[in-house]
């Protein structure tokens, strides 16, 4: 599976790092571009130090997943997933920015991440957005809503707890099982529902 993990300037790096971790797991190629911000809040949340350069937290964050994954600048327009006619399967931004949803939801691009969703919503392939603000105003409502009847999958980074949650951990592993789910791609991350 060919998946682009776009990331923005939301806090929720965790979560990112779980899912690029799980996505290579899994065998996918990973087409990831993360946004000025989003560097930033990888550097302030997974290492603690908010002025590393970008090539360093980059190097850091997707030395994990090896081989499986690929960086793209943001504004990389040549990248495959600038344009329907490359084969992609699917697009997750994770974290996703209440700045990112504005972006999107009036139609507008200024960078690759926003071109790749873009691209994916106009060719009706699965979009994935996570986003973590809180509260909400009725803005970001309205492009929350307007973005789900595009065609988006608006997966809020809010954790259950029903499957006996022991570690921060735990509580990332809910989330990233979830957008898995609507990726389509088995996982056992949690303990199911019934289970």
Not at 99 to 122: D, E, Q, W
Not at 127 to 142: A, C, K, N, Q
Not at 179 to 194: K, P, S
Request: charged share 20%; hydrophobic share 45%; glycine share 10%.
């Amino acid at each position: 599976m060919r998946v682009f993990l776009g990331i923005t300037g939301a806090s929720g790096a965790p979560y990112a790092e779980r899912l690029l971790r799980a996505l290579a797991e899994s065998g996918c190629e990973v087409g990831l571009s993360a946004s000025t911000s989003g560097v930033e809040v990888l550097a302030t949340e997974l290492y603690g130090e908010p002025s590393l350069p970008r090539e360093e937290v980059l190097r850091r964050f997707t030395e994990p997943a090896g081989a499986a994954v690929t960086v793209y600048g943001p504004d990389d327009y040549s990248s495959p997933y600038a344009s329907g006619s490359a084969k992609v399967d699917a697009y997750v931004i994770c974290p996703c920015s209440m700045s990112t949803v504005g972006t999107l939801a009036a139609g507008a691009m200024a960078n690759l991440i926003h071109r790749a969703a873009s691209v994916a919503l106009k060719e009706r392939r699965t979009l994935i957005l996570v986003p973590r603000e809180t509260p909400l105003s009725s803005i970001h409502l309205d492009g929350l809503s307007r973005l789900q009847q595009a065609g988006a999958v608006i997966l809020f980074a809010a954790p259950g707890f029903y499957h006996g949650a022991q570690t921060i951990g735990d509580l990332v592993d809910f989330v990233v099982a979830r957008c898995l789910d609507q990726l389509g791609l088995d996982n056992a991350l949690v303990r199911r529902w019934g289970e």
